[in-house]
């Protein structure tokens, strides 16, 4: 995919409704030091602040998505634990904006979590995984094992935690990583198309939703906050406006009011 020519910390792009945080070390296949973790959330954090976005995608240069954390890291006294890498995909899952994973390449590590904390994942037929964490001495932390058993079941999350079995694009689709799979030479242009049927929903049911529908995955659900939320979006201009171009067969205008 065509991202500009950056290199180093994760870089953030913001046009209207639409950021996207690029991974920018692909000589590194793109593992997150803990300073790139920090780009991160603050990445996040910005986005989160911008009611104007409404979708946040992650790309990556070259042959790799994301290596996870920099393991490396952990023999420096100073480096945060990989608890800091789980709290900052804890940030990914939990931000504002529909999220989209576009995975050209290798996903490893945490770097799976990092796509599992996305609202979808794209993969292109070059996408490959991983989870070396078991045999690498490490101990997962808690945020990225519940994602991969509310994403992918249980079963699946002990066959890839437990042995460390690399799987192909075809497997990640069948089992759910995956929410679709393309070409390698389609995968920008189904980034946009995606990114595209998204903008055309309404912003307070698409936003409140995502929200809920993770939550309820976590196992919470804040029943007040849905009925608060049904109530807005009964009493916004939107709901008018989509009942309105529903009747005249033409695409509606939202505008999150």
Not at 55 to 80: E, H, K, N, T
Not at 190 to 217: S, W, Y
Request: aromatic fraction near 8%; charged fraction near 25%; proline fraction near 4%.
């Amino acid at each position: 995919m065509s991202t500009g020519d950056v290199t180093g910390t994760p870089q953030l792009l913001v046009r209207e409704r639409v950021a996207t945080i690029v991974l920018s070390k692909p000589d590194y296949a793109n593992r997150l030091s803990p300073n790139d973790l920090a780009e991160l959330r603050r990445h996040v954090a910005a986005v989160n602040e911008d009611e104007r976005v409404l979708v946040l995608r992650f790309v990556a240069r070259g042959r790799y998505f994301c290596s996870g954390y920099d393991i490396s890291s952990l023999a420096d006294a100073d480096a945060p634990s990989s608890l800091y890498f789980g709290e900052t995909m804890d940030a990914v899952e939990q931000a504002r904006p529909v999220t989209i994973a576009a995975i050209q390449g290798g996903v490893y590590g945490g770097g799976t979590d990092l796509a599992l904390a996305c609202d979808f994942r794209i993969g292109s037929d070059a996408a490959n995984m991983f989870m070396p964490a078991t045999r690498l001495g490490l101990h997962f932390y808690p945020g990225g094992l519940q994602r991969y058993v509310s994403r992918l079941g249980v079963d699946t999350a002990k066959r890839l935690f437990l042995t460390a079995e690399k799987l192909d694009a075809e497997e990640m689709l069948r089992i759910g990583f995956l929410t679709e799979r393309v070409e390698a030479s389609g995968l920008e242009a189904r980034l946009e198309a995606l990114t595209a049927v998204l903008l055309d929903m309404a912003p307070i049911p698409l936003i409140g939703v995502k929200r809920h529908l993770n939550l309820i995955a976590r196992g919470v659900l804040l029943a007040d906050e849905i009925d608060a939320a049904v109530r807005r979006s009964e009493q916004s201009f939107d709901i008018a406006e989509g009942a309105r171009a529903w009747k005249e067969k033409r695409p509606p205008r939202f505008t999150g009011g």
